[in-house]
């Protein structure tokens, strides 16, 4: 069950890094390519796939979390003292 926990966590890790280092390049893309109604809805839609990818690795962070607590290990991320944003999980170049 930790396999497929610590699988399924990288796997939304590398999503979301994916997203966040193409989503200047996807925008500017579209721009070129789309017209204004299409062009909203499409950046909308990859807007808020990032925001829900997003969501799930802070998630995946506090599981991760508790479950090196329980086993009496350091925390995977430190969490405890703020908010975590989405520069702690990835930061857009």
Request: overall charge neutral; charged content about 30%; glycine content about 4%.
């Amino acid at each position: 069950m930790k396999e497929n926990l610590a699988r399924e966590c990288q796997t939304n890790f590398k999503k979301y890094a994916l997203i966040v280092l193409h989503f200047d390049d996807q925008i500017a893309t579209w721009q070129n390519e789309k017209s204004g109604a299409d062009y909203r809805d499409a950046v909308q839609h990859l807007d808020q796939t990032r925001t829900n990818i997003h969501n799930i690795c802070l998630n995946d962070i506090k599981i991760l979390n508790r479950m090196a607590e329980n086993d009496g290990l350091p925390a995977f991320a430190d969490t405890k003292d703020r908010k975590l944003t989405r520069i702690d999980i990835g930061v857009k170049p």
